[in-house]
């Protein structure tokens, strides 16, 4: 048995591009997304409508940090045409007028312009409050244009909430969370995902691709014609693979905490080593998926089948939100424990014995696909 | 410890691959299976290792009947591909293999020295089994079969790319192992290696259609190649055919 692991781990060292698979492309792709997420200092374009927008909160949209200009007269008359041209553009305000105020419905069919969003409803509440000391240039509250609803139109959004509340300070609405900040960066709110995910990939296809080399290549025929015996051989694997895995584990999450500083409440001992249990998993479940695979590329073609479902059920999509229940199946998917064991740990701040079902659950996965693993290898031999 | 083989049958599926093989190999024979491909030779030692089961009959080595687990300590197994390890040095491979024998650390050195003297690798121990050639993977294959001294060594087509001069010598240092009575099955589908062989069976179609000593076999020729007794093996079934 450690032979067998001594051997896969000289082996990998012997392969640069898997060692480099292991540790450097998980730090690359961390990096590449911690850039991805952050918080970016975009400056939306905004237009105003000057004349029909009351002039206090014309002022106001001004003095917010974005680029405000007046509304040219071309896309007042026909603001979705104009947008079409004009791309650069992320919001135009205008205000109602009357005969335009049923034009909402018409808009929304319209393929392009995906989502025209009127303040009568969400905003009036501000809009009109404001706009009562009687300068009302048309109908009430906002009228908003945008091309599509996107990270670029909501910024603009916040600014225009943002002149709102200046004119009007009893409506600011200012938000608590038990956990992290409301203005945490994507890469803050679910950075604590993608060490798992990668953690895992990596490992899951390490793990098949030795496995299948190697049942390919006929050596697994071979020592299996020693007295080994079968499970010590799903051992061995497990074992020499599970080094790198550990390694792994640790480099990615002191990568990210230390490097990336994602902020952890919780123990970051403690979350290497939910870590490195699912990495374990992932070894595990590579060595399952390697039996149904008789080349290299046929263990490619099963990560859209195996990996990238779970990345779903990491908890990248609050999981209450899937209809019909599905969000269930997340309590047959490793990454899910994994996954979750670490937010709790990092964004709740638990400890172990919060947090101990989850890696229960990543060792009796790893145990039971050891022992399927196992009883695969009969076809090697019958003994 | 002498081989037996009762009425051994085996099919994939429908396919039958052998039937009714029956045969005795003797404490240090050198058997060679010879046969076209296709006739059942790697299968016939599959079943011997005990990494394919018997549909029916059953195979015994001395006592014990296969598949056992200890038994394969005392076999060596050189498939026919080179089931090597590309990432390791050809010395780690013999480590490795050595290790899965359970051989102690200080005999395994010297048995790896042995192997590899004998094989003609001495000097490429160190190099990466990647840049080897095809006929240095083929020793080094055949070197790890031999690494743990087994009392029986079943080795598919080893010097398939071996050139003559070496190929002698392997074949001269198996008779060695055959004078310290160790039984040795080799198959082959070249027929000059019969020569070297005490005894030979012909696989055709699934079926040994002969077994016994080689000069036995010869003296059945008419012009003393072994090839002619498949060629009647061969055209005796296209007259079953016809008839």
């Known amino acids: ?383 | 410890m002498d081989i037996r083989l009762k009425e051994v049958s085996k099919s994939f599926g429908k396919v039958p691959v052998l039937k009714n093989v029956s045969m005795e190999i003797r404490q240090g024979d050198i058997i060679c299976l010879l046969g076209p491909s296709g006739s059942g030779k790697s299968t016939l030692i599959r079943l011997m290792l005990g990494a394919l089961a018997a549909d029916s009959g059953e195979i015994r080595f001395g006592d014990t009947r296969v598949p056992n687990l200890p038994l394969l300590g005392n076999v060596g197994y050189m498939p026919q591909n080179d089931a090597v390890y590309t990432d390791l040095s050809g010395e780690a491979n013999l480590t490795f293999f050595g290790r899965l024998h359970s051989i102690p650390r200080a005999l395994l050195k010297e048995r790896i020295e042995a192997v590899l003297e004998m094989t003609d690798l001495t000097c490429d121990r160190n190099k990466l089994v990647r840049d080897y050639s095809g006929g240095m993977k083929k020793r080094l294959s055949l070197a790890a079969a031999l690494l743990h001294e087994p009392e029986v060594l079943l080795l598919d087509e080893p010097t398939v790319g071996i050139d003559p001069v070496l190929r002698k010598k392997i074949w001269e240092a198996f008779r060695e192992l055959q004078a310290r009575g160790k039984s040795i099955v080799v198959t082959t589908h070249v027929m000059d290696e019969v020569a070297w062989c005490d005894k030979a069976a012909l696989l055709y179609g699934g079926e040994v259609i002969e077994y016994g000593a080689v000069d036995e076999l010869l003296k059945k020729t008419e012009q003393g190649r072994i090839e002619e007794l498949f060629f009647r093996a061969s055209s005796g079934e296209r007259e079953e055919v016809s008839s």
């Open chain 1, 1 to 383: 048995m450690r032979a067998l692991a001594i051997r896969v781990v000289t082996q990998i060292r012997n392969d640069r591009r898997s060692m480099a698979m292991l540790i450097v492309a998980p730090v690359f792709v961390l990096t590449l997304i911690f850039f991805l997420l952050a918080d970016s200092d975009y400056v939306p374009k905004i237009l105003v409508d000057e004349d029909g927008v009351p002039a206090p909160l014309v002022q106001a949209i001004y003095e917010q940090d974005a680029a405000v200009e007046a509304c040219p007269a071309e896309a007042l008359g026909e603001p979705e045409k104009y947008l079409r041209g004009h791309p650069d553009v992320d919001l135009i305000v205008t205000a109602p007028k009357l005969s335009q105020e049923t034009d909402g419905q018409g808009i929304d069919g319209n393929g392009m312009i995906s989502s025209v969003v009127d303040v009568q409803g969400a905003g009036s509440q501000t809009a009109g409050g404001q706009s009562a000391p009687g300068e009302t240039g048309g109908g009430e509250g906002l009228d908003f244009y945008m091309l599509e609803s996107n990270v670029k139109s909501r910024d603009a959004i916040s600014a225009i909430s943002d002149a709102q509340v200046s004119l009007n300070p009893s409506s600011e609405v200012r938000t608590h969370t038990v956990y992290g900040s409301a203005d945490d960066s994507t890469f803050d709110s679910l950075g604590y995902i993608f060490p798992g995910v990668f953690t895992f990939f990596f490992v899951f296809i390490i793990s098949g691709m030795t496995l299948v080399r190697e049942r390919s290549g006929g050596t697994l025929e071979r020592l299996m014609m020693t007295p080994i015996r079968r499970f010590e051989v799903i051992m061995g694997y497990s074992m020499g693979i599970g080094v790198f895995a550990a390694i792994q584990a640790v480099v990615i999450v002191c990568y990210t905490i230390y490097v990336l500083r994602l902020e952890s409440l919780g123990s970051v001992a403690l979350i290497i080593l939910a870590m490195m249990l699912l990495a374990f998993t992932a070894v595990s479940f590579g060595a399952l998926v390697s039996i149904f695979a008789t080349t290299e590329f046929q263990i490619v073609q099963f990560i859209p089948v195996v990996v990238v479902p779970q990345v779903f059920f990491s908890g990248i999509i609050p999981l209450e939100t899937i209809p019909y229940g599905l969000g269930n199946l997340c309590y047959i998917m490793p990454m899910y424990y994994g996954c979750r064991a670490m937010k709790e740990i990092a964004v709740y701040g638990y400890g172990l014995q919060d947090i101990w079902p989850y890696l229960v659950a990543l060792v009796c996965y790893a145990l039971a696909l050891g022992v399927l693993n196992t009883l695969a290898l009969r076809k090697y031999r019958v003994v």
